[in-house]
């Protein structure tokens, strides 16, 4: 009410009690703007022409009463002014509409009360249009509503609720809510408290009707306080999800329908690749014991063919492995068997295999690893896996006579390896979708190659399996570093020496990572 004006109608017949109340807003620095009227008629003509917050009323007027000026005021909050001993016609006016009433004495000490009455007036009339805000509110809703005291019975429903649960207002109104629940023998097909499929935290349950027929709702309920802080009610909001859990049945049963098909064309390539698997290695033993037995009797058209075909053979073996490794990843059957090992140890492994592929090309192929063994607690054969199919992208994607570095560093608290090249930059567009199996098979069916690899998917897969993250960088002129980390358990220093495939031995420090992980 501070620094708010209140606009007040004071219907007083004695000028006395007029003056009275002047002075009082003047000497009080009241904030009313107030208007006198000196008889019912003439509250009845100010009334007509305007807006009151409060209506300060005596009883007794020349040509009328306050009942008189009650009839005119409408949802304006009114005080009633009665004589000394006029308790009993108080009541009766305030019974008749008024928000309250002042008993008037001689000595006009009631005008001291006045601000506080006024005050609690306006304070009522805001409160009561908030109720009737939220009353209107709450009859409106779809949702059901419904009001129980602190003992269970039932003191308020809304529209919604009689709707859905088929009960007349009076019918309800001192019931137990208990009635509203389905009990101890269930119906069937129903629980009493299921989780909703869509959502991770919403709970519902199973409420039934009038008539007894059962139905799912959701249902949240909160505890209503009165000032002291003493719990006097509990509402509950109900909303019927019938629809919904049809809904998600459908979308569940679809979706199940969906992986088992899935799942069965899944089996199905996994079974034809595991038997071309076996037909390819017959094919390469046919061409093997041709070459063989007696190679002096085979002309040079038929041994290129046989070459030819062997690379074909060598080609589709590497499409196959590599399909199913990714079915393995994709239906969680590639299990971990972590160990502690040294990493310095499985690079120099990995590198001295792909050496001879190296030098096919005339590709400088070396590695560079710290005098200190870098010691890491993972699946071993995964993580030589992983730099093998690393590795054997650069010697693919690089030209001859290139150079190839596989350097390892321990950087605190992870270690990082890095497969540096310098062949043509990666275009950046693609920076970001070369480790994406789906982007990799696109980009390669429209290169036109017929050796699909998804060896950097498949790095990608391993590395995250053991809780370490890949990326790719490219240089502003030519080369790339494809990098990867591992936790690091623990590091024991040990005789182990830099190994080198090459005189060159590159001092560059590891570039350093992304502050975010690029997600692929």
Not at 360 to 377: H, R
Not at 407 to 435: H, K, M
Not at 489 to 505: F, L, R
Request: proline share 3%.
């Amino acid at each position: 009410m501070e620094n708010t004006r209140c606009k007040m109608l004071m219907v007083e017949d004695d000028k006395l009690d007029q003056k009275a109340f002047e002075r009082l807003v003047e000497d009080e620095k009241l904030p009313y703007d107030y208007t006198i009227a000196g008889s019912v008629s003439e509250a009845k003509s100010i009334l007509a022409a305007g807006q009151f917050d409060v209506v300060i009323s005596d009883y007794a007027l020349g040509d009328g009463t306050a009942f008189d000026v009650l009839g005119s005021v409408k949802d304006t909050p009114t005080i009633i002014v009665t004589g000394t001993g006029d308790e009993e016609l108080a009541v009766k006016v305030w019974r008749a509409g008024a928000y309250d009433y002042l008993i008037k004495d001689l000595d006009r000490h009631y005008l001291k009360t006045l601000p506080i009455t006024v005050e609690n007036v306006i304070r009522h009339k805001i409160t009561e249009e908030k109720v009737q805000l939220l009353s209107g509110a709450i009859m409106s809703t779809d949702d059901s509503v419904y009001i129980t005291d602190m003992e269970n019975g039932i003191i308020f429903v809304n529209k919604a609720f009689c709707e859905t649960y088929g009960y007349q207002e009076q019918e309800v109104i001192g019931k137990d809510s208990n009635i509203l629940w389905i009990g101890k023998q269930q119906h069937k097909g129903t629980r009493s408290v299921f989780q909703i499929a869509s959502s991770a935290w919403e709970v519902g349950f199973y409420h039934k009707r009038k008539d007894g027929s059962i139905f799912p709702v959701s249902l949240s309920r909160s505890i209503i306080k009165d000032p002291t802080g003493n719990e006097v009610a509990v509402v509950g909001v109900v909303r019927n999800i019938s629809d919904r859990i049809l809904m998600e049945d459908e979308l569940r049963s679809a979706n199940q329908n969906l992986e088992r098909r899935s799942h069965l064309k899944s089996e199905l390539a996994v079974a034809v690749s595991e038997e071309l698997k076996t037909l390819m290695a017959k094919f390469e033993n046919i061409i093997s014991n041709i070459m063989t037995s007696a190679p002096e009797e085979i002309s040079p058209r038929l041994k290129e063919n046989l070459e030819s075909a062997q690379k074909n053979i060598d080609s589709t073996k590497g499409i196959i492995s590599d399909f199913l490794e990714v079915s393995n990843i994709d239906t969680n059957k590639i299990k971990l068997e972590t160990t502690e090992f040294g990493l310095n140890s499985v690079v120099s492994e990995v590198v001295e295999t792909l050496l001879p592929l190296a030098a096919e090309k005339d590709i400088e192929l070396e590695s560079s690893l710290p005098d200190s063994e870098l010691i890491v607690n993972a699946d071993r054969d995964k993580i030589a896996q992983v730099l093998t199919n690393l590795i054997s992208n650069s010697i693919n994607s690089v030209p001859a006579n290139s150079h190839i570095s596989v350097r390892a560093e321990d950087l605190g608290n992870e270690i990082t390896v890095e497969v540096q090249d310098d062949g043509p930059t990666i275009e950046s567009g693609r920076v970001n979708r070369i480790f994406n199996r789906f982007d990799q098979i696109k980009a390669q069916l429209r290169a036109g190659r017929e050796d699909l690899m998804l060896a950097l998917p498949i790095a990608m897969e391993l590395v995250e399996m053991h809780g370490g993250w890949i990326w790719a960088e490219s240089k502003d002129g030519r080369g790339n570093t494809f990098c990867f980390t591992l936790p690091k358990q623990n590091v024991q220093p040990a005789a182990a020496t830099a190994v080198k495939t090459s005189e060159k031995h590159s001092k560059n420090k590891i570039p350093q990572k992304p502050n975010q992980k690029i997600n692929l």
